[in-house]
């Protein structure tokens, strides 16, 4: 890569685009270096689809109007992804599935528009486990995504192109799309920033569903700063989507840098510490003893029978994608991937009592948060127990214990996905590999900016968040 | 005895559903029993703790409008 490509492609969001609107640089400028990144990075398999000439077009386009004095905001120009999960009018939407490799949009999704109207470029589409349902993005149709920092290893699920994407440099942003952790577990292995937001807060109206009541999209990016520049664009109420939220949608970006001292963190007593890796928790206690250096304070919060989180989770994420999938199922079960296919046939094994008594537990957990958010600013837990293990690696040792991945990757992010709360990944640190590690913020129903603020607060003293992989 | 009536459940649900029982994928049985342990692991927990301490409104709804 060019050592302008590099120079290019290293800032933040606002910086990026205060160059762009001072002529230190170009919108086709940009929008190259973005491209020759990809081109790059081909060895990882971030990417199903590259529109290289279309984001040619597109921003020559943008850099006329900004010649003539049109100023979309601070997104204009700014090289961005979508996972592959979300439609673009006139291009294939594949979920990461061979049922759908020749599936072209008619439209946009509502998320999709938004991003066009504040002026980004969309230069590709993101790989990603087949359907979002699993956290690997081993992938037989469109290749295995790797990670960036080290590419025998996984860059995880199931937005795992868009983890490692934004990790290389390669765009400023993907829009990714989180059910039990689909942003935030690829953030924290690829070592970038990522939230999910409340449900409802961003249009799902064009985006491939995997389990309805609990999908989200939302940014992946370098910063909770520029996270919140993103997620400004996309979010708002939207009539085409039934569980859109009403509630206005504030200025996410302008007390982004409010000062930390006073803020109440929670700490889940008997959770947030336990059954984590050696190196996972020496990074968790070590932001978390940065955050009260900020001033802010740890408060120790008690919730009960989260014995069977992960459980209620997986009925729920289980149970509502077989639904979706059973008409194809039906014709087309050999098109599937074995390992998703597995999980669709599987979710047939829970009864209708199987599936009220899982969301009865969700609403005895929802309850205890919304308790819990009367003492305290956010929730603090590690992201995931453990760094990204292997391509193919089915257990990690944890405590001494050898542990099934796909049965232990939620136990923190179904905290969220379960309650439908705000939570984002910041990273936070490194293992003895020089693989990252995040730390998971939840905030209360629709408080997406105090979740941002708190991670831009910490990044604002913890600069890890800045490091990008070996050669990028 | 459990994994049977897990893979009995399973065979039934997908009947009813009009799949093809005799065709699934090699790990399905076995991800089957195992999930079929989680819900018993959550039945019970709603039935001793949440049912009672709770009362029976309480159930989250999904695809409401937001939250």
Redesign the interface.
């Known amino acids: 890569m060019t050592e302008t490509s590099q120079d290019l492609l290293s800032g933040g969001i606002m910086e990026t685009g205060s160059g762009l609107r001072a002529r230190d640089f170009s919108i086709p400028e940009l929008v190259a270096a973005s491209l020759e990144r990809i081109a790059s990075i081909g060895h990882l398999n971030s990417f199903i689809d590259v529109y290289a000439d279309e984001a040619m077009k597109v921003a020559n386009h943008h850099q006329g109007l900004l010649d003539a004095g049109y100023v979309f905001g601070p997104l204009h120009g700014i090289p961005i992804a979508l996972k592959d999960n979300i439609d673009i009018a006139g291009k294939r939407t594949t979920a990461g599935s061979a049922l759908l490799a020749d599936n072209i949009a008619k439209q946009d999704a509502t998320l999709t528009a938004a991003l066009k109207r504040a002026g980004a470029v969309i230069v590709g589409k993101n790989n990603l486990h087949e359907f979002a349902w699993g956290g690997t993005t081993i992938n037989a149709t469109y290749g295995n995504a790797r990670n960036p920092w080290n590419p025998e290893h996984s860059p995880a699920g199931s937005s795992g192109g868009s983890g490692a994407a934004v990790a290389t440099r390669a765009v400023f942003a993907s829009i990714g799309t989180d059910t039990g952790g689909s942003i935030r577990i690829p953030s924290s292995f690829n070592g970038v920033t990522g939230i999910r937001p409340s449900i409802g807060r961003v249009s799902n109206s064009g985006v491939f569903p995997l389990a309805w009541s609990l999908d989200t999209a939302g940014p992946l990016a370098k910063s909770a700063v520029d996270c919140a520049i993103v997620l400004q664009a996309i979010a708002g109420h939207d009539p085409n989507d039934r569980q859109s939220a009403r509630a206005l949608v504030p200025d996410l970006y302008e007390q982004i840098d409010l000062p930390l001292r006073g803020a109440r963190l929670g700490l889940i007593e008997d959770y947030s510490r336990k059954a984590v890796q050696p190196d996972v928790r020496d990074a968790f206690d070590a932001a978390t003893a940065t955050f009260e250096r900020l001033g802010a304070v740890i408060v120790p919060i008690r919730l009960s029978d989260l014995e069977a989180l992960m459980d209620a989770m997986i009925i729920i994420d289980a149970a509502e994608p077989s639904a979706i999938h059973a008409p194809w199922l039906r014709e087309r079960a050999v098109d599937y991937g074995a390992d998703v296919r597995a999980q669709l046939e599987a979710g047939f094994v829970f009864s209708a009592v199987d599936y009220v008594q899982a969301q009865r537990y969700r609403a005895h957990i929802c309850h205890q948060f919304t308790e819990a958010f009367g003492l305290v600013d956010a929730i603090l837990t590690p992201t995931i127990a453990y760094t990204a293990p292997r391509i193919g690696q089915l257990d990690v040792e944890i405590d001494g214990t050898m542990k099934n991945i796909l049965a232990n990757n939620m136990q923190f992010t179904s905290l969220a996905s379960l309650t439908g709360l705000p939570a984002m990944s910041v990273p936070v640190g490194f293992d003895s590999s020089g693989l990252p590690i995040g730390l998971q913020i939840i905030g209360p129903a629709l408080g997406e900016d105090q979740v941002l603020r708190i991670g831009a607060g910490l990044q604002a003293s913890l600069d890890c968040y800045r490091k990008a992989p070996p050669g990028f | 005895m459990k994994g049977e009536n897990?893979t009995e459940?399973?065979m039934s649900?997908?009947s009813r559903?009009?799949?093809?029982a005799t065709?699934?994928?090699?790990?399905?049985?076995e991800?089957?029993l195992?999930?079929?342990g989680?819900?018993r692991?959550?039945?019970e927990?709603?039935?001793s703790?949440?049912?009672p301490a709770?009362g029976p409104a309480?159930?989250?709804?999904?695809?409401?409008?937001?939250?």
Do not use: Q
């Open positions: 897990a459940a399973l649900h997908l559903a009009d799949l093809d065709d699934l994928a090699p790990t399905t049985l991800l089957a195992e999930w079929d989680r819900a692991k959550v039945r927990l709603v039935e703790r949440i049912a709770r309480t159930i989250f709804i999904p695809c409401s409008r937001g939250i």
